[in-house]
């Protein structure tokens, strides 16, 4: 009877340190796989999240983390800085900035679109119908609905690709950031957080976020011409964004492997979906 529980003790203590042993063994296996910072523009953000994703399930040595919205001007100083393995930029390094220990590579663009929320009938607009919008001289919507454009810092790429879109629209904007009342949002996903809840919300987004992220945005129909990947990439819709990926001169290993992925047919699959186009 002794013998009995005597073994029964010694095979449950057995079993007790193969358990405790396997569970160090995944522990460290866990703490040894590889992490990938990647932030930066929030336009860029909900795309590299599927494509991290999808990385993922190929490479389990290696994890991909995508941080919130720091936005191109973060990312630009947090890779040099070790903080970030990729960073996310709508724009190249300046000269200034390629000094301080990074390089950049464009990887792919999206249309940049004037948007509403789904619950808006409107489908398109005109630059001439914008800049009345953003003067003021144009307050309702064909329905009646007030229109409320959303606005971002005087800064914002976004803010200055509009402004080169025309000269009414330069000007009309310089009038609407003296506005009383008028919201403005500090990141990308800010923004389209406003256009989908503020009833009447009009302002600027991208194809890739709104896909991505599976916003209920329209992106409206600009000047007659659909903000679709084929008439981006043809050129026939003018209004695009580039998405650049910003790393030291000598990447690791794994931020190589992720950036080999996303040029596979697996990674372009899931740009091209996401609204994109390789330029």
Not at 7 to 16: D, Q, Y
Not at 112 to 117: G, R, Y
Not at 198 to 207: D, K, M, N, Q, R
């Amino acid at each position: 009877m002794h013998k009995c529980k005597s073994a029964a003790m010694h095979n449950g203590r057995s079993l007790a340190i193969a358990i405790v042993g396997m569970a160090m063994l995944l522990a460290g296996g866990i703490a040894a796989a590889e992490e990938i910072k990647i932030g930066g523009t929030g336009n860029a953000l909900g795309t590299m999240r599927l494509l991290g994703n999808a990385f993922g399930k190929q490479n389990p040595d290696l994890k991909i983390i995508v941080l919130a919205s720091i936005g191109t001007s973060g990312a630009i100083k947090a890779v040099p800085a070790g903080f970030l393995d990729i960073g996310l930029s709508s724009r190249p390094l300046t000269e200034q900035e390629s000094k301080r220990g990074a390089i950049a590579a464009e990887y792919a663009r999206t249309p940049l679109v004037f948007a509403v929320s789904m619950k808006n009938q409107a489908k398109a607009i005109t630059l001439n119908q914008i800049a009345n919008i953003l003067s003021g001289r144009m307050v309702n919507w064909p329905d009646g609905g007030q229109i409320r454009p959303v606005l971002r810092q005087a800064g914002d790429d976004n803010t200055r690709q509009m402004r080169l879109m025309s000269p009414a629209l330069d000007k009309a904007l310089s009038a609407a950031e003296q506005r009383p009342g008028i919201p403005f949002a500090t990141t990308d996903q800010e923004a389209a957080d406003k256009l989908e809840s503020i009833p009447g919300a009009l302002g600027v987004s991208t194809l890739s976020l709104i896909r991505s992220e599976a916003r209920p945005l329209r992106a409206l129909t600009l000047d007659g011409v659909e903000p679709t990947v084929d008439n981006g990439a043809s050129g026939k819709y003018p209004h695009f964004k580039s998405f650049f990926f910003i790393t030291s001169p000598l990447p690791s290993a794994g931020v190589k492997r992720f950036v080999a992925f996303m040029k596979s047919p697996v990674g372009r699959e899931i740009l091209i979906r996401t609204g994109h186009w390789i330029p």
